[in-house]
């Protein structure tokens, strides 16, 4: 679309330079413009479309390396989350198996200090 807008324009300063009104001016003392003038003029307006259109598609392809750099930003950002998160389950999952171990091995020492020692369960 941006080339077919900047040919229209090319079109357009062309067609000017043909095509064109004359400025009012004295009747008798008429406004002449050189041709190198004319031709001047012609070609800054072309350069100018051409920069212009260049400045666009350099600032549309840094847009997209932006766009992509944030895409892989947020994806190491969310696998940082889910593996802090899996860390913190990882603490309560050996919470939970380590208070019921420490409790066993409570009842297991309570049991062997109340029975005698030459019990058969002691064995």
Do not use: K
């Amino acid at each position: 679309m941006t080339l077919l807008i900047g040919t229209f324009a090319m079109f357009c300063a062309t067609m000017l330079v043909f095509l064109h009104y004359d400025l009012p001016w004295d009747a008798e003392d008429r406004l002449e413009l050189p041709e190198i003038y004319m031709v001047g003029v012609w070609l800054s307006i072309l350069i100018a479309i051409g920069l212009y259109r260049r400045l666009y598609l350099a600032g549309r392809e840094e847009a997209r390396q932006l766009s992509d750099a944030l895409a892989a930003t947020e994806l190491v950002l969310a696998r940082e989350q889910h593996l802090s998160q899996l860390d913190g389950l990882a603490a309560a999952a050996a919470h939970e198996l380590g208070t019921p171990l420490a409790t066993i091995t409570v009842v297991i020492r309570e049991i062997e200090r109340a029975l005698e020692a030459n019990s058969p369960a002691r064995r």
